[in-house]
Nanobody
C-alpha cells in the first residue's frame, strides 16, 4: 500500500510561484511512476505532469509546459511540482498520484492508469 500526502499549496498572486511536494510511504517509490493532476471547481480532473521512476522521462500538459517542472527525490520518497508564472486559470486542487511502472523509463498521463492518490492541496492564484 502506498500513501501520498501533498503539501505546499496556498494563495499566490498571478505571476508568482509555488512548489508542491508529495511525500510517499511504501517500499516501491523508486520503481513507481508519478504524476500530478488538478481539478478546478466544476471541471473534470486533468493531467498536469508526469515523471518516470528513474526521472529520465517527463511529460507535461500543454497548458503548463515551460512554466511547471516535475521532479523527484527517490532518497526522500518525494515528488515535487515547481510552478512558476502562475495564472488564475491554474487555480485548482492539485493531486499527486503513483503507480508501479513496468519499466523505469515509463510515465503515465491518464488518471485511470494510477493506483494511488493523495488527498489534494489547494492552489489559488489571484489576479
Amino acid at each position: 500500500q502506498v500513501q501520498l500526502v501533498e503539501s505546499g499549496g496556498g494563495l499566490v498572486q498571478a505571476g508568482g510561484s509555488l512548489r508542491l511536494s508529495c511525500a510517499a510511504s511504501g517500499p516501491t517509490f523508486s520503481s513507481s511512476a508519478l504524476g500530478w493532476f488538478r481539478q478546478a471547481p466544476g471541471n473534470e480532473r486533468e493531467f498536469v505532469a508526469a515523471i518516470s521512476g528513474n526521472s529520465g522521462s517527463t511529460y507535461y500538459a500543454n497548458s503548463v509546459k515551460g512554466r511547471f517542472t516535475i521532479s523527484r527525490d527517490n532518497a526522500k520518497n518525494t515528488v515535487y511540482l515547481q510552478m512558476n508564472s502562475l495564472q488564475p486559470e491554474d487555480t485548482a486542487v492539485y493531486y499527486c498520484a503513483a503507480r508501479f511502472a513496468r519499466s523505469s523509463g515509463t510515465y503515465y498521463y491518464e488518471d485511470y492508469q494510477y493506483s494511488y492518490w493523495g488527498q489534494g492541496t489547494q492552489v489559488t492564484v489571484s489576479s
